[in-house]
Each structure stands twice: as structure tokens, then as C-alpha cells.
């Protein structure tokens, strides 16, 4: 059995492989935490982006979209506090010359102990078998006891000492824990300072003309500096949402896991205005919406979790994360907050301008509040690429490996396949494609064995192959052969453009979404 980080492995050189995901710049060694979507990568981003963008705009008639500019004036920054507050602490090696962040050191070092006790526990699991109590165990063996301890005792120290900002306690929580850099496996640290991660650029043509700017590192910012423009113009009533899809950029300093956390990536984000006072009752509505559009894609209830915070941004009244369940554990995928009026106040006192929302039912004039939900599409994208990977054993010894993607998310919905590439058989394949092309994205493959192109099919995920044969000119029929179960059946031509629809039409997930 392979283990998770073989798994995860495997899943990104088949992205690769498989023209999902490349790394940026690749013939030039490529650059850190930035990629690049390839020929299948791009479909299935954008259908996910379609999934997200209908399901907020079709199917509420008071939320309507925007696409705002990735450069927005500097004071935006300011007002909303990214200017002085989005920071990472960071700590450098003086011998290895690697930068770290801290916080991330000493997440680390938990996982350490976390590891060490489940190592423990495994042991012991197999040690007692059926009559196993795992609460007693952690209770009266000392050696698991005193990981529980070791570890709880750091976590509560990293935890006040993030709360308090304070950067001398959290270089000194690294020395008493004794973590090495992994470069140079010495102690030699400098001391921590706070790093802001906003790409900064200049805009305008002279030295002294020009003026700082920053790549906007969420896209909120370009709904809250609309709100009015959009109130306005589309005569939209509260409570009603302004949505958005665009790129944002963050100079992570830790780039890890992937497409899981990069420096260039894109956020499907939703801010919703509401009365003050029914936020919390529009947070608990979308929490459940938002999980409800996850849940609609079939990969796995028990994969997803929300991480309610106990410890809330000072503008927020209530804050959660909906969690996947990736290779490496229960990550981040979307967050959802009420940030009562922070940001259209701070703009407000920002920019000298009156932002209100003439109530006529309440007939009073109020700041909004706000809900978000914000969503990456990398990460979204790397859930359902790590969900739907699977390497089968097949009777007779045989392997493939299949991505069992949400048909209704997959770049390809069905691949024409002539079995031979002659007695007219690929023209009959080209004139059904030809056909279908206008409603799918479809393929056409006559090359190699049928065998090998239900593989190659299979592991981009198509959910159907089409075989053209002898009997089709006679019959009028065509063999489907399903992605998932191998089977197939034997249909006719005139049927195939209900079965695809059927099976990828994300109608049906939006009708189960509302109807729950
Ligand atoms: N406007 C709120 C906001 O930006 P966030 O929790 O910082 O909140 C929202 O980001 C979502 O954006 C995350 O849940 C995640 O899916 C995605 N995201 C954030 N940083 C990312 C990164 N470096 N790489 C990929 N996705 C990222």
C-alpha cells in the first residue's frame, strides 16, 4: 500500500503527465510556487469556476458579478489594513541562509508530537487488538502521556504568543524546543520579524512620478470599493451579494504542497450585505449553502469539515473554514466570515465618501455588514484532482489509473473512437463528434488499441467513451463504455447527446443544492 506522500506524489506528476498542471517557466527551471494550467487542467478549472459562478449568480437573483482590476488605488490597501497587518513572522538561518517562517517551525514542531503519539497509539492498537481503549491508554501510559503534555504545553504557548504578536517569544519557543534548520541542522537563528506579503510594483513612467502599488492579495477588496457603483447602478436591495473570480498574489514565503498554497492563484469570492444585525443568521445560511455546493460534486461526505475559529480577526463577529480532506490531513479550502462593516466603513474614512445603504423598509440609512465566502480555485482544484485519483488493480492482474472526476467537471465528456482506422469507420467516428461538439467538449482518438485509449481516457478522466464499429452503418448503434465501472452498452446514435447531458448537465447539482 502506498502511503499518502507516495499517493500525493503520484498525483502531481500525473497532473503533469496528463497536461493538468506545470510548473511555471518550466524549460527554465521554473519558479517557486507559481504554475502554469495546462490543455486538461484549464477545463477542468474553468468548469469548477462555471460550477461556483452560476450556482452564486443563477441561482439567487440578488447577487450579481463583477470583474474588478488587479491593481486598485494604494490607499485601498491601507483602509483595509493589508498595508500594515497582512505579515507572516519570519526567521532566518544564519548558516544555511534559508528563510523560514516561524510560525510554520513550530506547526511543525506540534505535528512532531502529534505523529509520535499516533506512532504510540498504533503500537498499542496492535499490541491489544479488539479490547484496545485508546481515551485509557492516553491516560495511563506515561510515555504517550507525556508527548500529550510536551505538546499541549507548546501549543498554548505558540498560541498566546501569536495572539500577543509577540515575535521575541516565538524565537524563544524555537530555541527551547531546539529545532535545527533542515539545511544546516544548527540552531543559529536570527531574530523573528514580521514580512508583509503584498507584491509591490510602480505604476507611471518617471522615478519620482511613478507611484507604489500593490497585486491585490484577495479580490474582495475590488467588491467593497464597488459597493456603491453596483447598489446604485443595479437598484440592488439588502440583502443582496456581489461575486467575484479573479487572481491574487501573495509572496508566501513557505510554498508548499503543490497548487495547495501559491504565490499566484485565483479566489472565487462572494460578499453578501445584509442588515445589521442579521449577520449571524446570514452566516449560519451560508455556511450550510456553501457546503451544501460541495457536497452536490459527490466526492465524500466524510471529507469535509468546518474549523469553526475560536480566535476572530478584530472586524469579525463569527468565522469558519470549510475543511477537505486532502493526502496531507484536513486542509483549508474555503473560508466564510462575518466581517460586520468593517471594510466599507474603513473605506468610508479612507476615501472622505458617504458609503450607506438607504434601508426604505426600515426608511434609515446604515452601513451594511458583510458575509464572505471565498474560495480558491487551485484548492478547490487540487481536492477534486486528489479525490478522484485512484490506481485499480483489474482482474487478470492488469492496472489502471482513473480519475474518477465529477463528469460534471471533467475537461472532456466523452472521446469518439473508431475501432478500426478504416472501411469508413472514422468518418462515421468525425460525423457523430461532429455533432456533439456544439454541446460538449468531446474528443477524438483512433489511434493505438481500443484498450489503450479507454487508459489514456481514463486518466484524464472522460466519464465516456464512444467505440464506433462494423455494425454502426447497419444498426445505427454505438458501444458507450463507462469510465467508472468499465461497462458498456450498446446504444443508439441518437441517444447519445441525453445520456452526456444527463450524466454533466450541473443543473441537477444546482436543483439538489436549493432543494436540501
Ligand atoms: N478575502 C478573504 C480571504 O482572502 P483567505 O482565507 O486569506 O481569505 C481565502 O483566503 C481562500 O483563498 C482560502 O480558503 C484558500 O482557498 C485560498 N488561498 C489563500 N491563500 C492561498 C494561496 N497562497 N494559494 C492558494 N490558495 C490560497
Redesign the pocket.
Known amino acids: 500500500m502506498a502511503t499518502q506522500e507516495e499517493t500525493f506524489k503520484k498525483i502531481v506528476a500525473h497532473c503533469k503527465e496528463y497536461g493538468f498542471v506545470f510548473p511555471s517557466s518550466e524549460i527554465y527551471d521554473g519558479l517557486g510556487?507559481v504554475y502554469d494550467y495546462g490543455q486538461n487542467g484549464v477545463e477542468l478549472k474553468n468548469n469548477i469556476k462555471r460550477y461556483w459562478w452560476d450556482a452564486m449568480t443563477l441561482l439567487h437573483e440578488n447577487i450579481v458579478g463583477i470583474d474588478a482590476a488587479i491593481f486598485m488605488h494604494p490607499t485601498t490597501w491601507k483602509a483595509s489594513g493589508h498595508v500594515d497587518a497582512f505579515n507572516d513572522p519570519l526567521i532566518d538561518n544564519r548558516d544555511s541562509k534559508k528563510r523560514y517562517r516561524a510560525d510554520v517551525l513550530i506547526e511543525d514542531q506540534i505535528a512532531k508530537y502529534d505523529e509520535k503519539i499516533a506512532k504510540e497509539l498504533e503500537k498499542a492498537r496492535k499490541r491489544f487488538g479488539e479490547s484496545f481503549d485508546e481515551e485509557l491508554y492516553k491516560q495511563t501510559n506515561e510515555r504517550v502521556r507525556e508527548h500529550i503534555e510536551k505538546r499541549e504545553a507548546l501549543h498554548a504557548r505558540y498560541a498566546k504568543a501569536m495572539n500577543d504578536n509577540d515575535l521575541a517569544e516565538l524565537k524563544q519557543i524555537i530555541l527551547d524546543e531546539e529545532i535545527v534548520c533542515p539545511i544546516s541542522g544548527t540552531r543559529n537563528w536570527t531574530d523573528v520579524r514580521q514580512f508583509n506579503l503584498m507584491f509591490q510594483t510602480e505604476m507611471g513612467s518617471t522615478a519620482d512620478g511613478a507611484m507604489k502599488i500593490y497585486l491585490r492579495?484577495?479580490?474582495?477588496q475590488g467588491i467593497f470599493v464597488n459597493f456603491l457603483n453596483v447598489q446604485k447602478t443595479g437598484r440592488m436591495k439588502v440583502p443582496f451579494g456581489i461575486a467575484q473570480i479573479g487572481k491574487?498574489f501573495?509572496n508566501?514565503i513557505v510554498?508548499r504542497q503543490f497548487?495547495?498554497?501559491?504565490?499566484e492563484?485565483e479566489?472565487m469570492?462572494m460578499q453578501f450585505f445584509v442588515r445589521p444585525g442579521e449577520e449571524l443568521k446570514w452566516f449560519e445560511h451560508w455556511k450550510q449553502f456553501r457546503l451544501r455546493w460541495h457536497k452536490a460534486l459527490g466526492l465524500g461526505d466524510e471529507k469535509y469539515r468546518f474549523h469553526d475559529h475560536e480566535k476572530l480577526a478584530h472586524y469579525a463577529n463569527a468565522a469558519t473554514?470549510i475543511e477537505f480532506l486532502m493526502p496531507f490531513g484536513f486542509k483549508?479550502?474555503?473560508?466564510i466570515?462575518s466581517r460586520t462593516n468593517f471594510d466599507l466603513s474603513q473605506h468610508a474614512k479612507f476615501s472622505g465618501k458617504k458609503i450607506e445603504y438607504f434601508d426604505p423598509e426600515l426608511n434609515q440609512s446604515y452601513t451594511p455588514y458583510v458575509i464572505?465566502t471565498?474560495?480558491?480555485v487551485?484548492?478547490?482544484f487540487l481536492s477534486v484532482m486528489c479525490s478522484s485519483y485512484e490506481e485499480q488493480q483489474l482482474e487478470g492482474g492488469d492496472t489502471r489509473v482513473v480519475l474518477h472526476l465529477p463528469p460534471v467537471l471533467a475537461p472532456v465528456k466523452a472521446c469518439i473512437m473508431p475501432l478500426v482506422k478504416k472501411d469508413g469507420l472514422p468518418e462515421k467516428a468525425r460525423e457523430i463528434m461532429n455533432e456533439l461538439k456544439f454541446d460538449f467538449k468531446v474528443a477524438y482518438d483512433e489511434k493505438d488499441s481500443i484498450g489503450k485509449r479507454y487508459r489514456r481516457q481514463d486518466a484524464v478522466g472522460t466519464p465516456f467513451c464512444i467505440t464506433v464499429d462494423h455494425d454502426t452503418e447497419k444498426d445505427g448503434c454505438v458501444t458507450v463504455r463507462y469510465r467508472d465501472t468499465m461497462e458498456q452498452d450498446r446504444v443508439k446514435i441518437e441517444d447519445l447527446h441525453d445520456i452526456i447531458r444527463k450524466a454533466t448537465d450541473p443543473k441537477e447539482l444546482y436543483k439538489k443544492i436549493v432543494s436540501e
Open positions: 510556487a492579495p484577495e479580490t474582495a491574487a501573495r508566501e510554498a497548487i495547495f498554497r501559491m504565490r492563484f479566489q469570492e473554514d483549508e479550502v474555503e473560508g466570515h464572505e471565498s474560495i480558491g487551485d484548492r478547490m
